[in-house]
């Protein structure tokens, strides 16, 4: 009876021991699959993170070129204005923005003799 015993504990260790090494297998399985998934979902954020960066900078870039456009039609008609005025109204203008430009007689920066 007692070796009938003693094979029973036996068999119920060697049991416990199978089912053991089977949990350890199912966790490592489990944990794969785990880090298998934060891997692709972590892939999937850097994607979708990527392509918003790569479409704001589009975006940024249209309107910047929106902006030149905007600016460079307004200098082509300040230019288109500046060539249909006559040359006595050139020099009154041109006039008008040197006297801001050049020193005159109330000019506080007066040559200091060295």
Do not use: F, N
């Amino acid at each position: 009876m007692a070796d009938r015993v003693l094979q029973e504990v036996i068999a119920l260790e060697e049991h416990l021991h199978q089912q053991y090494r089977q949990e350890q297998q199912r966790a490592k399985r489990w944990l794969q699959q785990v880090r298998d998934e934060e891997t692709a979902a972590d892939a999937a954020l850097e994607e979708e993170l990527r392509l918003k960066v790569d479409a704001e900078r589009s975006e940024a870039q249209r309107q910047a070129e929106d902006e030149a456009a905007v600016i460079r039609q307004r200098a082509l008609l300040l230019c288109e204005k500046v060539r249909q005025l006559r040359d006595d109204e050139l020099d009154t203008i041109l006039g008008r923005y040197l006297q801001r430009l050049l020193p005159g007689d109330d000019d506080d920066h007066r040559h200091v003799e060295g």
